[in-house]
């Protein structure tokens, strides 16, 4: 059984900087694609950043120049390193796992909580 493994939320005051782990345990193969999404209470899960099997990145607008996505195929772990960090970017953080072809599979992380205070 495959399983998503989060670390490094935290706590950070505005202007800090905190790195996330994803780390897949289990037997995975073939993900194309590695991602971060963020949740706050009473709003849609949103994509923050994901990264492609060959190192492509995208980033929502509310991130670019301050959060930086990458991955370590060899250990099926992707990370989010966060720099100027903004109450604004205060939720729960998720890493996705997917394989975008035959068989399409969707893997996620428990969720890490990320608190930034001003």
């Known amino acids: 059984q495959v399983q998503l493994v989060e670390s490094g939320g935290g706590l950070v005051q505005a202007g800090g900087s905190l790195r996330l782990s994803c780390a897949a345990s289990?037997?995975?193969?073939?993900?194309?694609?590695m991602g971060w999404y963020r949740q706050t209470p009473g709003k849609q899960r949103e994509l923050v950043a994901t990264?492609?099997?060959?190192?492509?990145?995208y980033y929502a607008d509310s991130v670019k120049g301050r959060f930086t996505i990458s991955r370590d195929n060899a250990k099926n772990t992707v990370y989010l390193q966060m720099n100027g960090l903004k109450p604004g970017d205060t939720a729960v953080y998720y890493c996705?796992?997917?394989?975008?072809?035959?068989?399409?599979?969707?893997?996620w992380g428990q969720g890490t909580q990320v608190t930034v205070s001003v």
């Open positions: 289990g037997s995975i193969f073939g993900i194309d694609v």
């Open positions: 996705n796992f997917k394989r975008t072809y035959w068989p399409e599979s969707t893997y």
């Open positions: 990264i492609s099997s060959v190192g492509s990145t």
